[in-house]
């Protein structure tokens, strides 16, 4: 049996337990050690045998021997912990977004280049069987030229959501909702299209002002770099329940739909010479009880880092921590439109 990779997750919310449940359930992998600045009693982690550490420099200082740092903290503080990491000799998984600056992401790429060490992004999204299919359209030519493109991204995010006292809606460390909530999505739109460019952006805040620092609501449009249009459009002004994250492309030869609550099914195929296959399912959305999120697919995620890792010849990284740092570098770009 090769020797598995050791990983210690920091930060023990939500998507801190999927990681480390994830992790316990990948046969390669190991975990050695959690960490949080808050007390153990408090964050329901009894499941997790292993040393818990109450800072990250605690952890690198502990002795342990670790191969994975997943960084599953508040938005603000993922860079400098990532580059902290790095620089104590370790790899990285960085929930998404891996910086709130393009400055700041910049620094991450330049510490893993220089420490020589691998730096993984979270896009979860780019696993569900209607991207990995829709990739392999687009890269292929089958669609011919992109006409446009059309992303929706309609979701509730109320008080249950942006309760007092925590992180989500402050301005320093979650930085704004195409951050915190839709950066998966426009991450696949890069991935699948490039870069944008000729930006024009208007911002609302319809229900948040009393929750969050800043917008909640925004509508998007630009031109792809590689030709073509697209626009954005996004809230987490919808009422109770999540409504949809779709995407529409029209192309030269045949349209698409993929739609449902988060992006989970193809609604409209009709491309010339062409015969829609039958999909896997995707796994189903995160749940956090009174709220939804994204589809589950974190298990794919730790899954390729320890095949990279163990030097699976044919493993390369899902998303590398260039395509994390373009998607910073799309949304900051956005985002200077607000003033």
């Given at each position: 049996m090769d020797k598995k990779i050791k990983f210690a997750v920091i930060g023990c919310g939500h998507i801190g337990k999927r990681h480390a449940e994830m992790v316990t359930r990948e046969p390669g992998a190991e975990l050695v050690a959690l960490c949080d600045i808050r007390p153990r009693e408090e964050l329901g982690i009894e499941a997790y045998d292993v040393p818990f550490f109450s800072s990250l420099t605690e952890l690198l200082q502990s002795g342990l021997s670790i191969d994975v740092i997943n960084v599953c903290t508040p938005n603000g503080l993922h860079a400098a912990m990532a580059i902290q990491a790095v620089e104590a000799g370790c790899n990285v998984v960085i929930e998404k977004p891996m910086a709130l600056t393009l400055a700041d992401a910049e620094k991450v790429v330049y510490a893993s280049l220089k420490y020589r060490k691998q730096v993984f992004c979270v896009m979860q999204n780019r696993y569900s069987p209607p991207s990995v299919w829709i990739k392999k359209m687009v890269d292929s030519g089958k669609l011919g030229k992109i006409y446009m493109v059309q992303l929706n991204c309609y979701w509730n995010r109320d008080e249950r959501y942006y309760k007092p006292g925590g992180w989500h809606g402050d301005a320093a460390l979650d930085g704004g909702t195409l951050f915190t909530q839709f950066s998966h999505f426009i991450d696949i739109m890069y991935w699948l299209f490039g870069d944008i460019c000729n930006i024009q952006a208007r911002f609302a805040d319809f229900n948040h002002a009393g929750l969050t620092d800043f917008e909640d609501s925004g509508f998007v449009n630009f031109d792809f770099v590689n030709g073509g249009m697209g626009s954005l459009s996004y809230?987490?002004?919808?009422?109770?329940?999540?409504?949809?994250?779709?995407?529409?492309?029209?192309?030269?030869?045949?349209?698409v739909k993929i739609g449902g609550q988060y992006m989970n099914e193809v609604e409209y195929c009709h491309i010339k010479d062409y015969e829609m296959p039958e999909l896997a399912p995707t796994n189903p959305g995160n749940d956090y009880g009174p709220y939804k999120g994204s589809a589950q697919n974190h298990n794919f995620v730790i899954r390729n880092v320890v095949r990279v890792l163990s030097g699976a010849s044919s493993e390369s990284i899902t998303t590398n921590v260039l395509e994390g740092m373009k998607v910073v570098d799309i949304i900051q770009r956005i985002y200077t439109l607000k003033k």
């Open positions: 809230s987490t002004s919808v009422w109770d329940k999540n409504m949809e994250s779709s995407m529409l492309i029209v192309a030269e030869n045949g349209s």
